[in-house]
């Protein structure tokens, strides 16, 4: 087991100060399964199975799979899950939803917790930066994906930051069928690709490339708003008025 000191203290600080010492013991409890074998490499595992299997609650196996992504143990890719590291293999599965914008991915996924009760109503939700290191995308992808979970009053936050985001009890009264519907979104968040230098890619993704200059917001304002050829969109400093 890596030494406390060396454990990510970021990682720590942003968990509930109660999911603190039972984050660490499920740490130590997976360590022992990988380095045993019973997780073997190559093994996926879902948070639904954790919180199952060690009752645990979702906070708590979020903040020891974190650990673990820390010491190279486990993996996180979009859309696949997450799985103990296989020595030397690229994990790279095509097909699952591989057409479908990664927002809208976390709000599918999300909304089969909410109906499979992984997050019951009461209880709060992961922060956004641990669900962005679950899912294996940007705090924004996640927040864009939850938002139409919020306009449904399925989610709410109350109160100070810290309280977090709890599921309300309207889950209860939703049939599981509306709660799996995905929301209709703008043609500009389901993924259509915009090119420059030979490439395409969504607009979220050029945000993330090096030779953008500008966030997400602005970039994308230029683009959608203001008609921007796209290079000239992504490489023009933000002080430049559209």
Known sequence: MTDLHDLPQETLRRLPKSARAPALQLY???????RSGELAPGRVITYAELVSRHRANCVVVSGALQLLRHDGLVETRPRLGTRIVVEGETWAVPGQDEDMPLAVYVEKEMRRRLADRVY???????ILALLAEEFGVSVMTVRTGLSPLFDAGFLITKGHKQDGTKVTRRVDHTPRADLLTLAERPAHLL???????????????????????????T??????????PVKRAITTPRRTRP
């Open 191 to 217: 993924g259509k690709l915009y090119p420059a230098w030979g490439e395409a890619k969504t607009l979220a993704d050029w945000s993330r490339d090096k030779r953008c200059a500008v966030p997400y917001g």
């Open 219 to 228: 970039l994308k304002a230029r683009v959608i708003d203001h008609g921007w």
């Open 28 to 34: 130590a409890v997976l360590l022992g399964e990988i």
């Open 120 to 126: 019951p109503p009461d209880t709060r939700i992961p």
